[in-house]
């Protein structure tokens, strides 16, 4: 179950676009093009089964960082909104007990 949901995850977020698609011949990556890679990572489960929050990490070519944001999907791979955005480092989500909350660890305020 857990893989159907990390591929569900992946597919959706648009960060493995080939998937499941006839592409023309890929290019080779170019050293600017690690700038464009997101990355989905430690995918969570709400403890009903019915959404996925998900790390998502991206990159900012004017600093030379790595940032990631938490992102959110239904289950059926429906309403795929970010539910923090900027440049910071929000990780390690976690669902309380009745999936009504969610805790995170983030820099927004300086250190983690």
């Excluded at 489960?45 to 960082?65: E, H, L, N, T, W």
Aim: aromatic letters at 8%.
């Amino acid at each position: 179950m857990r893989t159907a949901v990390l591929i569900l995850v992946l597919g959706s977020c648009g960060l493995f676009p080939a998937l499941g698609r006839a592409e023309s011949p890929a290019k080779p990556l170019g050293i600017l093009d690690v700038f464009n890679l997101q990355l989905a990572t430690n995918p969570q489960i709400s403890p009903d089964g019915k959404r996925i929050v998900y790390v998502r990490q991206f990159s900012d070519i004017m600093a030379d960082q790595r940032h990631s944001n938490l992102w959110i999907i239904n289950a059926d791979g429906s309403d795929h909104r970010p539910i923090t955005t900027g440049n910071f480092n929000d990780s390690s989500p976690r669902w309380s007990p009745d999936g009504r909350q969610l805790l995170y660890i983030s820099n927004r305020d300086g250190s983690p």
